[in-house]
């Protein structure tokens, strides 16, 4: 039932468009394996084998510190609404960091963000979709507000001594590549 494709067509597009939340997929070579939701408006494709998504602070920085060590990264989407379809996208990522080269450009493309910590920048070299039966259907009610309500009270001072302490490492030590500030 699965479908391999070189790139993102016009159709996917639309799709992960349509889609309120996606997952994130990284390991490192040793440790554990990470899978994370992401919502709000924070992914755009940039061509058929190009995607970029915003990451916010959070309680963890696994993708960051995975990607050091090897960039493998997948997402995948699921319609919890309409016609059933799981599409994955499969690729090496780098992740970017305010200051640094690209970022200005790329956090350009999403609404503002309290509390930005990374942009991943993913090459996809392999597209799948699957069937999606076994997915549950979901009413999409709307993106929570918590996470900005969050960043700013604890503002921006308070947000970089949150990264210092608790996202410079993964949770297998690993480091992140976040900037100290």
């Given amino acids: ?8 067509s016009d159709r996917l597009r639309e799709f992960i468009a349509q889609q309120h939340m996606f997952f994130v997929g990284t390991a490192a070579r040793d440790g554990r394996v990470n899978v994370s939701p992401k919502g709000l408006d924070s992914l755009r494709v940039l061509g058929p084998n190009r995607v ?8 963890g920085n696994e993708s960051a510190a995975h990607l050091l060590d090897t ?10 609404e309409g016609k059933p379809l799981i599409l994955r996208l499969y690729g090496t990522a780098r992740t970017i960091h305010e200051g640094e080269p690209g970022w200005d ?6 609404p503002p963000m ?5 942009i991943f920048d ?10 999606g039966f076994g997915v549950p259907l979901f009413d999409y009610a709307e993106q929570r507000t918590l996470m900005d309500s969050w960043a700013m009270n604890r ?4 947000l970089q001594s949150y990264q210092r302490e ?7 030590g690993f480091p992140t590549g976040l900037p100290v500030r």
């Fill in 1 to 8: 039932m699965a479908t391999q494709y070189d790139e993102i």
């Fill in 52 to 59: 970029v998504w915003l990451n916010g602070t959070g309680s």
């Fill in 71 to 80: 960039p493998r990264m997948t997402l995948m989407f699921c319609a919890f």
């Fill in 105 to 110: 450009e790329l956090i350009a493309l999403f």
């Fill in 114 to 118: 309290r509390g930005a910590r990374n």
């Fill in 122 to 131: 993913v090459e996809v070299d392999l597209v799948q979709t699957s069937c």
């Fill in 155 to 158: 503002g921006p001072e308070g």
């Fill in 166 to 172: 608790r996202n410079a490492v993964s949770i297998d």
